[in-house]
């Protein structure tokens, strides 16, 4: 088993920003990626970052590009999400997950951090 624990979250003013963290524990082994999604109140669980260990490849939802940054250590079992220029619309709860393979779906997901940005 793999447990994700998320943290960072917060309330914040529109325009500011906040880092999210997430730290995998447990019988770890190096991921293929490690995903942010986020959910909103009445609304689907989309995808807005991730990232591809092998070649650093990174990608971003078009609501966030430009505004978001996903980093982190493969080897650390780490993935951070760095959130600038925050609108109220960015308000959900945010999850991390991980993915060990290419043809693997997300096998493990963390609790979700709340982030809530105020107009």
């Known amino acids: 088993q793999v447990q994700l624990v998320e943290s960072g979250g917060g309330l914040v003013q529109t325009g500011g920003s906040l880092r999210l963290s997430c730290a995998a524990s447990?019988?770890?082994?190096?991921?293929?990626?490690m995903d942010w999604f986020r959910q909103a109140p009445g609304k689907e669980r989309e995808f807005v970052a991730g990232?591809?260990?092998?070649?650093?490849?990174?990608m971003y939802a078009d609501s966030v590009r430009g505004r978001f940054t996903i980093s982190g250590d493969n080897a650390k079992n780490t993935v951070y999400l760095q959130m600038n220029s925050l609108k109220p619309e960015d308000t959900a709860v945010y999850y991390c997950?991980?993915?060990?393979?290419?043809?693997?779906?997300?096998?493990?997901w963390g609790q979700g951090t709340q982030v809530t940005v105020s107009s």
């Open positions: 447990g019988r770890t082994r190096s991921s293929y990626a």
């Open positions: 990232v591809r260990w092998s070649g650093g490849r990174t």
């Open positions: 997950a991980w993915k060990s393979g290419i043809y693997t779906g997300y096998e493990y």
